[in-house]
């Protein structure tokens, strides 16, 4: 989990500054990150949630699918 841990960085809200927050950092509860920073050179993510294993895998046009 090292690694998500690094992924899972505040990142200012550049998408839409004008709900950021006075630190320029996105409001409570919500934690942005880049795609880059999840994946690294992985093609594909395993995330653990509530027992069941979820894939979350790139497609060869760039686009996110997430299965379970």
């Known amino acids: 989990m090292d690694v998500l841990v690094h992924a899972l960085h505040l990142v200012p809200n550049q998408a839409n500054p004008s709900s950021a927050g006075p630190s320029g950092l996105a409001p409570h509860g919500i934690i942005r990150t880049t795609s880059q920073a999840l994946f690294r ?15 979350l ?12």
Do not use: F
């Open 41 to 55: 050179r992985a093609v594909e993510i395993h995330i653990q949630h509530d027992g069941v294993v979820y894939r």
């Open 57 to 68: 895998r790139k497609t060869s046009l760039g686009k996110l699918i997430l299965t379970k």
